[in-house]
């Protein structure tokens, strides 16, 4: 079985911080490019931020770069996305995903995984 468990998510004021996990179990993590979406209300699913297998390589949203930040720890299974300077737009459900080989593959970066999603809300 594998999986994708995500953490992290809650209610911050405007100007604040999160950092957002997501653990995979079931896996060989390392051989996979990771990613982070995100989904506002009344709005579709949107990429936020992707990450190479070894965390050489990665590209953002044009709406989150400067702010936001993936990383990843192939030992412990874990990619993470920092969020800073967070502002009510950025209010939505955050969910991590598994890209189908090493690197991601624009437009939709190949993910074939998806976590459970985890709430973030930002309050002005």
């Known amino acids: 079985q594998v999986q994708l468990v995500q953490s992290g998510g809650g209610l911050v004021q405007a100007g604040g911080s999160l950092r957002l996990s997501c653990v995979a179990s079931?896996?060989?993590?390392?051989?996979?490019?990771m990613g982070w979406f995100r989904q506002a209300p009344g709005k579709e699913r949107e990429f936020v931020a992707a990450?190479?297998?070894?965390?050489?390589?990665?590209e953002y949203a044009d709406s989150v770069k400067g702010r936001f930040s993936i990383s990843r720890d192939n030992a412990e299974s874990t990619v993470y996305l920092q969020t800073n300077s967070l502002k009510a737009e950025d209010t939505a459900v955050y969910y991590c995903?598994?890209?189908?080989?090493?690197?991601?593959?624009?437009?939709?970066?190949?993910?074939?995984?998806w976590g459970e999603g985890t709430l973030v809300t930002v309050s002005s």
């Open positions: 995903a598994k890209g189908g080989g090493a690197y991601y593959s624009p437009p939709y970066y190949g993910m074939d995984l």
């Open positions: 079931g896996l060989k993590f390392k051989d996979y490019a």
């Open positions: 990450i190479s297998w070894s965390g050489g390589s990665t």
